[in-house]
């Protein structure tokens, strides 16, 4: 990779030197591997959690190590932490810190408001038009990578496909900057460091003399790599003469003296935060909506129709975007079945009750989104795909805070609505002149960790469309 290492911000350094092991390899203390008894073992960890709710109902407090988490699996009660009681809830975000550092997504308060009030412009619909172009020409460099795919028959790994092509639109539209990084390596890295339940495996493996593939080492040097990349990209030459992208605003709040918690390393963390939470995600989605699609043939191929028939031979605009219901329909659907995000986390930080029960504070909640997006008290037949859920009078029936694949309140995320822009169109593009057949194990296994990934992979072959 073409980066050169910058020295690490402070609150990596004082990480490295406090905490050795837990600074390299994720913390022992953070909530993920405190979860782990619940969320490993077995083709599908979200089951586990999925049956206590049924069976313990919807406020479960249980004690792991020495914490308290309650599992919360309510709608009212998603409101209840998401907006009325806003204010009694901090951000949690142990164990990201090397991922994240001290982006917007994790603080509260008014530093948060003075971190994402500048950014927020960038992500109004009214910015999707401009967008659109830098996304396609992600997609168009991605189908041409996939043409060389199906003359060679080499099977893919769908995820690693799609976070690639997912940073490269962030890069170009966000950004205005062609990738300058090498994705697939990076891809490597941060999967290294958030693959939390490996590192626990990894260190039992440790300590019985066992082996491993990989060391605290690799996870250190992983991020270190990682932390290399907003650099990369602020040195990189500019896309397009452009007024204003996102990565001009930040910079300019940079410059801004009545702006000093805006300073220099606040912006390599926003660039951190945009590569990690604007890629992972939207990654994820497109590869189950790949993975759907492949199960579900008819749906493919209404997919296909609707690309034809809304914007035919030339390329698509945001214009287009309404058009495309069904195609949105199964991205949203996917969100609902896959949620990369399959629960939010957060902390108590003033007593409150919640169903009778007493959140104190320093208790933690765990609004766990994928129960109640799997829950047939919201949803008829809850396991079945089903897109047009999505659509028309059937979306209008559905339970508020039942479907939090974008969080809620105004934590939501930044992005989400552009995300769906992106996953639309690419997913609409790539079923109009390929035919991806997923050939991994059926059902794919799951790894509940920071987000919900196929465990192993989604493994694919890429096919031309006759
Ligand atoms: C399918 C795609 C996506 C999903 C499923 C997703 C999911 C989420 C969720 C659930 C949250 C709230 C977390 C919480 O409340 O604890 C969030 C926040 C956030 N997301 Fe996304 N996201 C997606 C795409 C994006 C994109 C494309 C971007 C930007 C390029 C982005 C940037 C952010 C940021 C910055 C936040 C923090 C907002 C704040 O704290 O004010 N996300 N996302």
Redesign the pocket.
Known sequence: MSVTTPPPTQTEQSDRNSTAPSALLGEESSIWFKLSPLTKGGENPMNVLQQMTQRYGGVIPIRMQSTRIFILSEPEHFKHV?VSKLGKYI?YFDGLKPIFGK???TVDGEP?QKI?APQQPA?HPDMFAEYVPFFIAAIDEKMAQWEKLAISGEPVEMVEQTWTLAADM?CKA?FNRDMPFDPHFVFKCVKTYTDVLNHKEIRAKKKTGELFEVTEEDAAKAMEEWAAVPLAVMDAEQRDAREKTLLSMIQEKVADEDAPEFDAQQAVDEIK??LW??TE??A??LAWALYLTSRHPEASERIRREGEEVYGDRAPTAADYSGLAYTRAVIQET?RLY???WA??RTCDEEDEIDGKKIMPGDQVMLFSYGAHHSEKFWTDPEKFDPERFMGERMKKRVKYSY????GGR??????A???L??TLALSLLLRRFRPEYVGNEPPGINATVTLTPKGGLHFKIHERD
Not at 404 to 407: D, E, K, R, S, V
Not at 411 to 416: A, V
């Open positions: 998401l951000k982006a917007m997504i948060w994402r992500f962030i966000l935060q945009y939470a604007g995600t939207t994820l989605t969100m949620p990369p995000i939010l986390i939090l694949p974008l969080g934590r939501s995320c930044i992005g989400g552009m995300s769906q992106e996953n």
